[in-house]
Protein backbone atom coordinates (compact mmCIF):
# COMPACT_ATOMS: atom_id res chain seq x y z
CA UNK A 1 0.00 0.00 0.00
CA UNK A 2 1.35 3.72 -0.55
CA UNK A 3 1.34 5.67 2.09
CA UNK A 4 0.09 8.95 0.85
CA UNK A 5 -2.89 11.23 0.48
CA UNK A 6 -5.08 13.15 1.79
CA UNK A 7 -5.94 12.57 5.34
CA UNK A 8 -2.37 11.47 6.11
CA UNK A 9 0.01 13.56 8.19
CA UNK A 10 3.90 13.78 7.79
CA UNK A 11 6.91 15.72 9.92
CA UNK A 12 9.91 17.19 8.13
CA UNK A 13 12.66 18.16 10.40
CA UNK A 14 15.23 20.37 7.79
CA UNK A 15 12.45 20.82 5.62
CA UNK A 16 13.44 24.76 5.11
CA UNK A 17 16.21 24.02 2.46
CA UNK A 18 18.01 20.86 0.53
CA UNK A 19 17.14 17.31 0.56
CA UNK A 20 14.34 17.94 3.83
CA UNK A 21 12.54 21.17 1.62
CA UNK A 22 13.03 18.69 -1.84
CA UNK A 23 10.99 15.62 0.37
CA UNK A 24 8.41 18.06 1.65
CA UNK A 25 8.01 18.78 -2.34
CA UNK A 26 7.31 15.45 -3.03
CA UNK A 27 5.23 14.25 -0.20
CA UNK A 28 3.21 16.98 -0.49
CA UNK A 29 2.49 16.55 -4.16
CA UNK A 30 1.24 13.80 -2.78
CA UNK A 31 -1.60 15.05 -1.00
CA UNK A 32 -0.14 14.24 1.92
CA UNK A 33 -0.28 17.16 4.71
CA UNK A 34 3.67 18.05 5.45
CA UNK A 35 4.69 19.82 8.47
CA UNK A 36 7.43 21.65 7.53
CA UNK A 37 10.46 22.25 10.69
CA UNK A 38 13.57 24.64 10.92
CA UNK A 39 14.87 27.06 13.34
CA UNK A 40 13.59 30.06 10.65
CA UNK A 41 10.37 31.05 10.09
CA UNK A 42 11.63 33.23 7.18
CA UNK A 43 13.40 30.02 5.51
CA UNK A 44 10.62 27.60 5.83
CA UNK A 45 7.95 30.61 4.95
CA UNK A 46 9.97 30.80 1.79
CA UNK A 47 10.38 26.80 1.11
CA UNK A 48 6.53 26.67 1.94
CA UNK A 49 5.61 29.75 -0.84
CA UNK A 50 7.76 27.70 -3.13
CA UNK A 51 5.84 24.63 -2.69
CA UNK A 52 2.87 26.10 -3.02
CA UNK A 53 3.57 27.98 -6.37
CA UNK A 54 4.12 24.41 -7.58
CA UNK A 55 1.69 22.20 -6.04
CA UNK A 56 -1.19 24.82 -5.39
CA UNK A 57 -3.67 22.37 -3.47
CA UNK A 58 -0.57 21.23 -1.36
CA UNK A 59 -1.27 21.07 2.62
CA UNK A 60 1.55 22.33 4.08
CA UNK A 61 2.31 23.86 7.73
CA UNK A 62 5.65 25.46 9.43
CA UNK A 63 6.60 24.72 13.16
CA UNK A 64 9.93 26.47 14.28
CA UNK A 65 12.15 24.56 16.43
CA UNK A 66 15.73 25.19 17.04
CA UNK A 67 16.93 21.05 17.71
CA UNK A 68 20.25 21.82 19.59
CA UNK A 69 17.38 22.86 22.29
CA UNK A 70 15.71 20.41 24.42
CA UNK A 71 13.38 22.24 25.45
CA UNK A 72 12.48 23.32 21.98
CA UNK A 73 12.17 19.63 20.56
CA UNK A 74 9.63 19.12 23.55
CA UNK A 75 7.79 22.29 22.53
CA UNK A 76 7.51 20.87 18.89
CA UNK A 77 6.23 17.99 19.72
CA UNK A 78 3.60 19.37 22.06
CA UNK A 79 2.50 21.73 19.43
CA UNK A 80 2.67 19.20 16.77
CA UNK A 81 0.15 17.15 19.33
CA UNK A 82 -1.62 20.01 19.59
CA UNK A 83 -2.72 20.85 15.89
CA UNK A 84 -2.70 16.99 15.13
CA UNK A 85 -3.87 13.80 16.37
CA UNK A 86 -2.26 11.60 13.57
CA UNK A 87 1.29 11.10 12.25
CA UNK A 88 1.51 8.97 9.28
CA UNK A 89 5.34 9.86 8.47
CA UNK A 90 8.09 11.08 10.70
CA UNK A 91 11.48 12.24 9.17
CA UNK A 92 14.10 13.56 11.04
CA UNK A 93 16.72 14.72 8.63
CA UNK A 94 17.93 18.28 9.61
CA UNK A 95 21.46 18.05 10.13
CA UNK A 96 24.58 19.60 10.59
CA UNK A 97 28.49 19.35 9.71
CA UNK A 98 29.79 21.57 12.70
CA UNK A 99 33.91 22.70 12.17
CA UNK A 100 34.49 23.66 15.51
CA UNK A 101 33.42 21.89 18.81
CA UNK A 102 30.69 23.82 20.54
CA UNK A 103 28.30 22.71 22.92
CA UNK A 104 24.40 23.61 23.19
CA UNK A 105 22.40 25.45 25.55
CA UNK A 106 22.21 21.80 27.37
CA UNK A 107 25.96 21.81 27.51
CA UNK A 108 25.83 18.60 25.12
CA UNK A 109 28.11 18.71 21.90
CA UNK A 110 26.63 19.95 18.74
CA UNK A 111 26.51 17.26 16.33
CA UNK A 112 25.92 14.99 18.54
CA UNK A 113 22.79 16.71 19.83
CA UNK A 114 21.40 17.95 16.35
CA UNK A 115 22.35 15.10 14.30
CA UNK A 116 21.39 12.00 16.85
CA UNK A 117 19.59 13.40 19.88
CA UNK A 118 17.11 15.44 18.16
CA UNK A 119 16.19 12.53 15.91
CA UNK A 120 16.15 10.39 19.10
CA UNK A 121 13.92 12.85 21.41
CA UNK A 122 11.77 13.46 18.73
CA UNK A 123 10.47 10.16 18.16
CA UNK A 124 10.28 9.29 21.31
CA UNK A 125 7.94 12.55 21.69
CA UNK A 126 5.61 11.06 18.85
CA UNK A 127 5.84 7.86 19.64
CA UNK A 128 2.15 7.26 21.18
CA UNK A 129 1.09 9.04 18.10
CA UNK A 130 3.07 7.14 15.44
CA UNK A 131 1.47 4.28 16.89
CA UNK A 132 -1.48 5.11 17.11
CA UNK A 133 -1.60 5.97 13.19
CA UNK A 134 -0.36 2.43 12.00
CA UNK A 135 0.63 1.45 9.49
CA UNK A 136 3.41 4.45 9.72
CA UNK A 137 6.77 4.87 8.87
CA UNK A 138 9.38 6.89 10.80
CA UNK A 139 12.94 7.81 8.28
CA UNK A 140 15.89 8.99 9.21
CA UNK A 141 18.48 10.58 7.24
CA UNK A 142 21.41 8.99 7.28
CA UNK A 143 24.74 8.84 5.01
CA UNK A 144 27.43 6.50 4.04
CA UNK A 145 29.47 8.37 5.76
CA UNK A 146 29.04 6.37 8.61
CA UNK A 147 30.63 3.83 6.90
CA UNK A 148 34.42 5.00 8.73
CA UNK A 149 33.20 5.76 11.81
CA UNK A 150 33.27 3.66 15.18
CA UNK A 151 30.87 5.26 17.58
CA UNK A 152 33.25 5.38 20.84
CA UNK A 153 31.15 5.04 24.04
CA UNK A 154 33.60 7.06 26.55
CA UNK A 155 33.71 9.86 24.23
CA UNK A 156 29.80 10.31 22.74
CA UNK A 157 30.55 14.28 23.10
CA UNK A 158 33.92 14.32 20.89
CA UNK A 159 36.07 15.95 23.76
CA UNK A 160 39.24 14.04 22.35
CA UNK A 161 40.56 15.97 19.10
CA UNK A 162 37.63 17.42 17.55
CA UNK A 163 37.66 17.38 14.50
CA UNK A 164 34.20 18.06 12.03
CA UNK A 165 33.92 15.71 9.27
CA UNK A 166 34.81 12.17 11.75
CA UNK A 167 32.32 13.65 14.22
CA UNK A 168 29.70 14.21 11.70
CA UNK A 169 30.04 10.74 10.48
CA UNK A 170 29.96 9.41 14.10
CA UNK A 171 26.75 10.81 14.37
CA UNK A 172 25.53 9.41 10.74
CA UNK A 173 26.78 5.62 12.61
CA UNK A 174 24.37 6.90 15.69
CA UNK A 175 21.69 7.52 13.10
CA UNK A 176 21.69 3.92 11.78
CA UNK A 177 22.36 2.42 14.92
CA UNK A 178 19.23 4.35 16.56
CA UNK A 179 16.74 2.81 13.32
CA UNK A 180 17.84 -0.72 13.88
CA UNK A 181 16.94 -0.50 17.53
CA UNK A 182 13.97 1.53 16.71
CA UNK A 183 12.87 -1.03 14.65
CA UNK A 184 13.56 -3.56 17.23
CA UNK A 185 11.39 -2.14 19.88
CA UNK A 186 8.52 -1.53 17.46
CA UNK A 187 8.16 -4.80 15.99
CA UNK A 188 4.80 -5.60 15.60
CA UNK A 189 3.27 -2.18 15.91
CA UNK A 190 2.99 -1.71 12.24
CA UNK A 191 5.30 0.95 12.50
CA UNK A 192 8.37 0.68 10.12
CA UNK A 193 12.12 2.62 10.72
CA UNK A 194 14.47 3.06 8.26
CA UNK A 195 17.46 5.23 7.17
CA UNK A 196 18.82 5.81 3.76
CA UNK A 197 22.25 7.56 2.33
CA UNK A 198 20.72 10.48 0.06
CA UNK A 199 24.13 10.35 -1.59
CA UNK A 200 26.52 13.73 -2.07
CA UNK A 201 24.52 16.07 -2.94
CA UNK A 202 24.25 19.90 -3.80
CA UNK A 203 23.34 21.49 -0.46
CA UNK A 204 24.25 23.61 2.22
CA UNK A 205 25.32 21.37 4.71
CA UNK A 206 29.40 21.82 3.29
CA UNK A 207 29.54 25.73 3.58
CA UNK A 208 31.62 26.12 7.02
CA UNK A 209 33.94 23.22 5.30
CA UNK A 210 37.66 23.85 4.48
CA UNK A 211 38.46 24.10 0.65
CA UNK A 212 39.31 19.94 0.38
CA UNK A 213 36.09 19.39 1.81
CA UNK A 214 33.73 21.40 -0.29
CA UNK A 215 35.64 20.79 -3.58
CA UNK A 216 35.73 17.09 -2.47
CA UNK A 217 31.63 17.23 -2.66
CA UNK A 218 31.74 19.67 -5.62
CA UNK A 219 32.82 16.54 -8.01
CA UNK A 220 29.86 14.50 -6.74
CA UNK A 221 27.03 16.77 -6.21
CA UNK A 222 23.73 15.64 -7.01
CA UNK A 223 20.92 17.62 -7.11
CA UNK A 224 18.71 18.02 -3.74
CA UNK A 225 15.48 16.69 -5.75
CA UNK A 226 18.00 13.08 -6.79
CA UNK A 227 19.05 13.44 -2.56
CA UNK A 228 15.47 13.44 -1.90
CA UNK A 229 14.19 10.47 -3.74
CA UNK A 230 15.06 7.41 -1.43
CA UNK A 231 13.73 9.19 1.79
CA UNK A 232 10.82 9.61 -0.72
CA UNK A 233 10.57 6.09 -1.19
CA UNK A 234 10.91 4.95 2.32
CA UNK A 235 8.24 7.09 3.69
CA UNK A 236 5.28 6.72 0.93
CA UNK A 237 6.12 3.69 -1.41
CA UNK A 238 3.95 0.28 -1.48
CA UNK A 239 7.54 -1.63 -2.63
CA UNK A 240 9.00 -0.99 1.61
CA UNK A 241 5.54 -1.73 3.14
CA UNK A 242 6.43 -3.59 6.07
CA UNK A 243 10.32 -3.17 5.70
CA UNK A 244 12.07 -2.55 9.01
CA UNK A 245 15.19 -1.95 10.29
CA UNK A 246 17.62 -1.78 6.98
CA UNK A 247 19.82 1.23 5.30
CA UNK A 248 18.56 2.15 2.17
CA UNK A 249 20.89 3.61 -0.70
CA UNK A 250 19.47 4.23 -4.32
CA UNK A 251 16.29 2.64 -2.79
CA UNK A 252 18.22 -0.65 -2.10
CA UNK A 253 18.66 -2.34 1.38
CA UNK A 254 22.46 -2.05 1.59
CA UNK A 255 25.10 -3.40 4.39
CA UNK A 256 25.74 -0.31 6.81
CA UNK A 257 28.81 -0.90 8.98
CA UNK A 258 30.20 -3.58 11.40
CA UNK A 259 29.36 -1.88 14.82
CA UNK A 260 25.89 -0.58 13.41
CA UNK A 261 24.85 -4.58 13.79
CA UNK A 262 25.96 -4.62 17.30
CA UNK A 263 22.94 -4.62 19.10
CA UNK A 264 24.49 -4.68 22.51
CA UNK A 265 25.98 -1.30 21.82
CA UNK A 266 22.97 0.04 19.89
CA UNK A 267 21.11 -0.57 23.20
CA UNK A 268 23.54 0.97 24.95
CA UNK A 269 23.64 4.07 22.73
CA UNK A 270 19.73 4.26 23.60
CA UNK A 271 19.90 3.61 26.84
CA UNK A 272 22.57 6.85 27.18
CA UNK A 273 20.31 8.27 24.56
CA UNK A 274 17.41 8.43 27.29
CA UNK A 275 19.41 9.65 29.92
CA UNK A 276 20.54 12.78 28.10
CA UNK A 277 17.73 13.49 26.99
CA UNK A 278 15.84 12.97 30.51
CA UNK A 279 13.59 10.10 29.49
CA UNK A 280 15.29 7.84 31.66
CA UNK A 281 17.92 7.07 34.66
CA UNK A 282 21.84 6.62 33.69
CA UNK A 283 22.63 3.35 32.06
CA UNK A 284 25.04 1.04 33.26
CA UNK A 285 28.59 0.49 32.18
CA UNK A 286 29.65 -0.54 28.34
CA UNK A 287 30.75 -3.11 27.93
CA UNK A 288 29.31 -5.05 30.49
CA UNK A 289 32.35 -6.26 32.85
CA UNK A 290 31.67 -9.74 31.58
CA UNK A 291 32.43 -9.06 28.28
CA UNK A 292 35.35 -8.57 26.18
CA UNK A 293 36.44 -5.11 24.65
N1 LIG B 1 24.28 16.99 1.32
C1 LIG B 1 24.83 15.78 1.32
O1 LIG B 1 25.68 15.47 0.47
C2 LIG B 1 24.43 14.77 2.34
C3 LIG B 1 24.99 13.49 2.25
C4 LIG B 1 24.62 12.52 3.18
C5 LIG B 1 23.71 12.84 4.17
N2 LIG B 1 23.18 14.09 4.25
C6 LIG B 1 22.21 14.37 5.33
O2 LIG B 1 21.07 14.99 4.79
C7 LIG B 1 20.42 15.74 5.82
C8 LIG B 1 19.99 17.08 5.25
O3 LIG B 1 21.16 17.80 4.94
P1 LIG B 1 21.27 18.75 3.66
O4 LIG B 1 22.40 18.23 2.87
O5 LIG B 1 19.95 18.96 3.02
O6 LIG B 1 21.81 20.07 4.39
P2 LIG B 1 21.29 21.58 4.44
O7 LIG B 1 20.97 22.07 3.08
O8 LIG B 1 22.33 22.29 5.24
O9 LIG B 1 19.93 21.45 5.26
C9 LIG B 1 19.93 21.19 6.63
C10 LIG B 1 18.53 21.41 7.18
O10 LIG B 1 18.57 21.15 8.57
C11 LIG B 1 18.06 22.29 9.27
N3 LIG B 1 18.77 22.44 10.53
C12 LIG B 1 20.11 22.46 10.73
N4 LIG B 1 20.38 22.63 12.02
C13 LIG B 1 19.19 22.72 12.67
C14 LIG B 1 18.81 22.90 14.03
N5 LIG B 1 19.72 23.07 14.99
N6 LIG B 1 17.50 22.93 14.32
C15 LIG B 1 16.56 22.81 13.36
N7 LIG B 1 16.86 22.62 12.07
C16 LIG B 1 18.15 22.58 11.72
C17 LIG B 1 18.30 23.48 8.34
O11 LIG B 1 17.32 24.47 8.59
P3 LIG B 1 17.59 25.94 9.17
O12 LIG B 1 19.00 26.33 8.84
O13 LIG B 1 16.54 26.75 8.48
O14 LIG B 1 17.35 25.80 10.64
C18 LIG B 1 18.04 22.83 6.99
O15 LIG B 1 16.67 22.82 6.71
C19 LIG B 1 21.39 15.81 6.98
O16 LIG B 1 20.98 14.89 7.98
C20 LIG B 1 22.71 15.35 6.38
O17 LIG B 1 23.54 14.71 7.32
C21 LIG B 1 23.52 15.06 3.36
Not at 70 to 76: G, P, T
Not at 102 to 115: H, R, Y
Not at 116 to 130: D, K, Q, R, S, V
Request: hydrophobic letters at 40%.
Amino acid sequence: MVLAGTGRVSLITGASTGIGKEMARKIAAMGVTVVMVSRSRERLKTAEEQIRRDFPAAKTDILVADLSSQADIRQLASEFCDRYERLDILINNAGMLVPKRSVTLDGIETTFAVNHLAYFLLTNLLLETIKSSSPARIVNTSSAAHKSATLDFDDLQNEKGYSGFPVYCRSKLANVMFTYELARRLEGTGVTANCFHPGVIATDLFRDQNFLVRAGAQLFLKSPAKGAQTGVYLATSGDVEGVTGKYFVKRRAERSNKQSYDEAAARHLWAVSSELTGLSKPPTAYPPPDRPV
